[in-house]
């Protein structure tokens, strides 16, 4: 079975950091771009970070460049997260995710989408 | 980067009905386009991608359409585990980019 699970959120003040981690099972964790997706709460999702296969590529939002990190060790399956100055606006559940990918059958672009997700681990920014 | 707008915001509805809901972009996208259906304290979970193809497992009452900058999400014949929060999302370019959610709720 495909799972993701992620762990590390918890309370922080303002300007503070944290470290999240997505363990990754069931599937060639190595051939997969992941991803970090965040919930605010009673609101939509956002898109936070992408990273490739090999670690080579990364790409953020704007609202978190220059702030937050995302990685990952192919060798223990895992995907990072780390969020450093911290904001408010930052308290959100956040989703590791995979990226799935299909080509098409009539020309040469490549389809992508996210799945599976995560359970999500909740990151409280307050003062 | 590319906007995503979804109509309605919410909308209620009776278990057989069917429903439509609706996602532009501000640009075309082709058919980098997936929607997603996500439940109360749940992670969202694919339904379609490409527009119209559908995930393995999701029900053939769920059907998606469209190209460029307008898409449609059809539901059909409504179930009670139908009612959920639907988000499109285009992966035309980066950064990913999702719509602002339509809340499905039961009359």
């Known amino acids: 079975e495909v799972q993701l699970v992620e762990s590390g959120g918890g309370l922080v003040q303002p300007g503070g950091s944290l470290r999240l981690s997505c363990a990754a099972s069931?599937?060639?964790?190595?051939?997969?771009?992941m991803n970090w997706v965040r919930q605010a709460p009673g609101e939509g999702l956002e898109w936070v970070a992408n990273?490739?296969?090999?670690?080579?590529?990364?790409y953020y939002v704007d609202s978190v460049k220059g702030r937050f990190t995302i990685s990952r060790d192919n060798a223990k399956n895992s995907l990072y997260l780390q969020m450093n100055s911290l904001r408010a606006e930052d308290t959100a559940v956040y989703y590791c995710?995979?990226?799935?990918?299909?080509?098409?059958?009539?020309?040469?672009?490549?389809?992508?989408?996210?799945?599976?997700w995560g359970q999500g681990t909740l990151v409280t920014v307050f003062s | 980067d590319i906007q995503m707008s979804q109509s309605p915001s919410s909308l209620s509805a009776s278990v057989g009905d069917s429903v439509t809901i609706t996602c532009r972009a501000s640009?075309?996208?082709?058919?980098?386009l997936n929607w997603y259906q996500q439940k109360p304290g749940k992670a969202p979970k694919v339904l379609i991608y490409?527009?119209?193809s559908l995930q393995s497992g999701v029900p053939s009452r769920f059907r998606g359409s469209g190209s460029g900058t307008d898409f449609t999400l059809t539901i059909s014949s409504l179930q009670p585990e139908d009612f959920a929060t639907y988000y499109c999302?285009?992966?035309?370019?980066?950064?990913?980019?999702f719509g602002q959610g339509t809340k499905l709720e039961i009359k």
């Open positions: 995710v995979r990226d799935r990918w299909e080509l098409s059958l009539f020309s040469p672009d490549t389809y992508t989408w996210f799945d599976p």
């Open positions: 069931g599937f060639s964790f190595r051939s997969y771009w």
């Open positions: 990273i490739k296969e090999d670690g080579s590529e990364k």
């Open positions: 640009q075309s996208i082709s058919i980098y």
């Open positions: 490409a527009a119209s």
């Open positions: 999302q285009q992966s035309y370019s980066t950064p990913r980019t």
